[in-house]
T-cell receptor, first 116, second 114 residues
Framework: AQSVTQLGSHVSVSEGALVLLRCNYS??????LFWYVQYPNQGLQLLLK??????LVKGINGFEAEFKKSETSFHLTKPSAHMSDAAEYFC??????????????FGSGTRLSIRP | EAGVAQSPRYKIIEKRQSVAFWCNPI?????LYWYQQILGQGPKLLIQ????????DSQLPKDRFSAERLKGVDSTLKIQPAKLEDSAVYLC????????????FGPGTRLLVL
């Protein structure tokens, strides 16, 4: 069974500082991994995803994430935080293929706050 | 390309009343999902359609929740009767196909049950 654990329900960083949001997963097969962002009163928007190939994935708004199989992690980073990055971030995992397991499981989310 | 549309955006009802939400997915997307997102939690899948057939409804409280996807396009999610614990945001998403495809989310319907 798949699961996702996001460490830290709330992360606060200063504007211009490094952003690091942690995500660990469990999956019985090589997974697909996603990071979504949710701004207040809006739906989720895909930031980036890992399927196969290069383990460092670049997404929108300067975010990137690295798939580390040995650590079962997919942490999200951004070198320099901007005020507009303040939002809720969700890590998600799915098992590829056309099986009943091909549904996305979301983590509980990390709220990112940016200090001026 | 138009995104996923949902209506209404907000709904307030009293417990034991019924409510319905509507979703129009991105044109050409075969798979449609309904999620429930309780405050402070990640979205939880309620039901997944592939065209107009149900793929997964294992987490749908079938005694009070129902959903249909007419002609494999629009979808409606209904709650009857509503309970206080149904207060949440109901998100609709669609993807071209299943099997790990990227899902595109609508803005959600925020439901408050009093």
């Amino acid at each position: 069974a798949q699961s996702v654990t996001q460490l830290g329900s709330h992360v606060s960083v200063s504007e211009g500082a490094l952003v690091l949001l942690r995500c660990n997963y469990s999956s019985s097969v090589p997974p697909y991994l996603f990071w979504y962002v949710q701004y207040p009163n809006q739906g989720l928007q895909l930031l980036l995803k890992y399927t196969t190939g290069a383990t460092l994935v670049k997404g929108i708004n300067g975010f990137e994430a690295e798939f580390k199989k040995s650590e079962t992690s997919f942490h999200l980073t951004k070198p320099s935080a901007h005020m507009s990055d303040a939002a809720e971030y969700f890590c998600a995992v799915t098992e590829p293929g056309y099986s009943s397991a091909s549904k996305i499981i979301f983590g509980s989310g990390t709220r990112l706050s940016i200090r001026p | 390309e138009a995104g996923v549309a949902q209506s209404p955006r907000y709904k307030i009802i009293e417990k034991r009343q019924s409510v319905a939400f509507w979703c129009n997915p991105i044109s050409g997307h075969a798979t449609l999902y309904w999620y429930q997102q309780i405050l402070g939690q990640g979205p939880k899948l309620l039901i997944q359609f592939q065209n107009n057939g149900v793929v997964d409804d294992s987490q749908l409280p079938k005694d009070r929740f129902s959903a249909e996807r007419l002609k494999g396009v629009d979808s409606t999610l209904k709650i009857q009767p509503a309970k206080l614990e149904d207060s949440a945001v109901y998100l609709c998403a669609s993807s071209r196909d299943r099997g790990g495809e990227t899902q595109y989310f609508g803005p959600g319907t925020r439901l408050l049950v009093l």
